[in-house]
């Protein structure tokens, strides 16, 4: 139950990130981005999620940050 309820969390720190990314607003994606890092690394230092997936998922929303206008 304790690992669901984190998993859920992680869900919805990488949702945030990408609503403000489709808003178009850089700059307040990026510091939603830089608050659901230390979200997603805590769940993966907990192992609820792998380590690479964790990078992974950190890497694909930063590159969709840095490509927006």
């Known amino acids: 139950e304790y690992n669901v309820s984190l998993r859920s969390k992680l869900r919805t720190a ?23 890092i230390g979200t997603i690394d805590s769940i993966a230092g907990k192992g609820i999620i792998h380590k690479n997936k964790a990078a992974r998922y950190k890497s694909r929303l930063s590159s969709a940050i840095k490509t927006m206008n």
């Open 14 to 36: 990488i949702k945030y990130v990408r609503k403000a990314i489709g808003a178009g607003d850089k700059d307040v994606a990026q510091n939603v981005f830089n608050s659901s």
